[in-house]
């Protein structure tokens, strides 16, 4: 099998730390304030060539303090009948921003920083469905502007050794896959993950990393089964995933917000077996067992514990935005946009199977 994608340049023989400067400094602006948001912006903070320009928030207060705990330069709360966001892409000091809203803003935040002239990192889900998706993906074209889903899985040494061995034939054709994501979310009804209106659930929040393997590895399926938990606001709660394949291949998907799971992913081929973790969103182990031989681990270690220069994982696909915006690309050729509408054509398929609608479906 081939890699439909290439590696990132930052993960060939060689390269420098992701941190170090690849060229001209960005100046970054963050939208919204929550935990994401601040980490984020410890993880820009870490390039030599990043400069953390603004923040924006619904409350002048919240992004003052934001701005003041990261070092930002310029705080941007609602005024003057603008919100945060407007007045912060409206600011010709920021050149791309980072945006970890809750999902049922993304696609329209995004769209607002584009058409302002900002590059734009949108965390995942890349927004709430596959319409959206391919009108953010019109939008950067329409302004030659970057543009790319943060799913920071998919620059990380662990996973982008994982897929150079399935290529390389290491238990031969993939014949299935099982991936799954679950934790108990102890969290109150009020929270984003239960709210149907900010387009809460398993689904959304989870499947970027479940998914990820299956569509990388397998491509696009023929035939997609779901069924799942709803809670009574019709948010989904778990579901189970069946992705059909030509030839008879297929992967199994599990995500969970009621359960603790093991949070792996397992390949089976014709020449052995391979299992991924032990986070799937953060592979630092790989164990390949083929028939009639000891099993070869392999680890890696994606941060420098010594000195932190590598923070918590989130600064490969950083490095990668950086890269791109200095070289004049607008998309990445390891996370292409049509990657993103393809998740969320998948997502949307499996939601209308669980019976899961957004406000976003009626718009």
């Not at 982008?160 to 054709?173: K, Q």
């Not at 679950?182 to 929040?205: Q, S, Y």
């Not at 923070?311 to 791109?324: A, D, K, P, S």
């Amino acid at each position: 099998m081939d890699r439909h994608f290439p590696a990132p340049p930052s993960l060939a023989p060689g390269a420098s730390a992701p941190t170090t400067a690849t060229g001209r400094s960005l100046r970054w602006g963050i939208v919204s304030t929550g935990a994401i948001a601040a980490t984020m912006a410890g993880e820009i903070a870490l390039l030599e060539d990043a400069e953390l320009q603004a923040v924006s928030s619904r409350s002048q207060d919240s992004a003052d303090a934001f701005a003041a705990a990261h070092g930002i330069a310029c705080g941007y709360g609602g005024a003057d009948d603008l919100t945060g966001l407007e007045r912060m892409a409206a600011d010709p000091e920021v050149d791309v921003a980072y945006i970890g809203s809750p999902h049922s803003e993304h696609a329209a935040d995004a769209e607002v920083l584009l058409e302002a002239g900002k590059h734009v990192l949108c965390e995942k889900a890349f927004t709430v469905t596959a319409a959206q998706a391919r009108r953010l993906a019109d939008v950067a074209r329409a302004n030659d502007r970057f543009l790319m889903e943060a799913v920071w899985t998919r620059f990380q040494p662990g996973s982008n050794r994982l897929w150079d061995l399935l290529a390389d034939g290491a238990v031969g054709e993939v014949r299935w896959m099982s991936s799954d994501m679950g934790f108990v979310a102890d969290a109150p009804p009020t929270h984003r993950l239960w709210k149907r209106e900010l387009a809460g659930g398993a689904l959304l929040d989870l499947g970027p990393y479940s998914t990820l393997w299956p569509l990388t590895v397998l491509g696009r399926p023929e035939v997609v089964t779901a069924s799942g938990l709803l809670t009574d606001d019709g948010v989904d709660a778990q579901e189970a995933i069946t992705l059909q394949y030509a030839g008879g291949r297929h992967a199994h998907v599990t995500n969970a917000l009621t359960a603790f799971g093991p949070r792996a992913l397992h390949v089976a081929g014709t020449e052995g077996w391979l299992r991924a973790g032990p986070n799937l969103h953060r592979v630092t182990e790989l164990t390949v067992q083929r028939p009639g031989e000891d099993p070869r681990t392999e680890t890696f270690d994606d941060d420098d514990a010594s000195s932190g220069s590598q923070g918590r994982g989130y600064v490969w696909q950083l490095r990668e935005v950086t890269r791109c915006i200095q070289e004049g690309l607008t998309e990445s050729p390891t996370m292409p946009v049509a990657d993103s509408v393809a998740s969320m054509e998948l997502y949307d398929a499996v939601r209308e199977q669980l019976g899961v609608r957004y406000p976003a479906d009626d718009a």
